[in-house]
């Protein structure tokens, strides 16, 4: 059974720090990743997708993904109070785009 | 462009009731999901519907049924609700052209007493 695992937490951050949130994931097939952001109440949204091995940029965004240790890492620069939400990773196989979700990491940035 | 739409946003029923949550995306998606969530349980897929006229049961289909009633829409139908089924539900669509980012909506929540 495919799985993807994360700390459930609470990650918790000084505001201005980094933030390093990690998932693994069983299926050694998947071959798209990704990060949604939760908020309290709300649902799901996209912060970044990551496809090969290294690092995706995208603002105080970087996305990191090992292949070969099977482990996908979110950082996040100059954390903020606005970025405390919970941190969903998913995974999907290349015969398949149904996306597999770890449980979540709570984040809480604190000023 | 709404994105992905869902009705109602909060419900509450008596056990052995039935309701249909409602679904609808205009972003002219081909793949519709229905996922339910619960505290520390993440996102567990229920049915989905990788284009219009197909479905396929999900991780937890028992207790529920779907409809892929055209492109736009795909409803979920509980036909007698149980408690086990109190849980926040989001509907979700992709383009279905491979890497696949998922677009949810709001969520409904539900209570069954």
New interface residues.
Partial sequence: QKEVEQNSGPLSVPEGAIASLNCTYSDRGSQSFFWYRQYSGKSPELIMSIYSNGDKEDGRFTAQLNKASQYVSLLIRDSQPSDSATYLCAATSGGSYIPTFGRGTSLIVHP | NAGVTQTPKFQVLKTGQSMTLQCAQDMNHN?MYWYRQDP????R?IY?S?SEGTTDK?EVPNGYNVSRLNKREFSLRLESAAPSQTSVY?CAS?S?G??????????TRLLVL
Avoid at chain 2, 98 to 107: A, S
Wanted: negative net charge.
């Fill in positions: 793949s520390g349980m993440g996102l897929l989905y990788a999900g989001f992709t279905g491979g890497q696949e980012t998922q677009y949810f909506g709001p969520g």
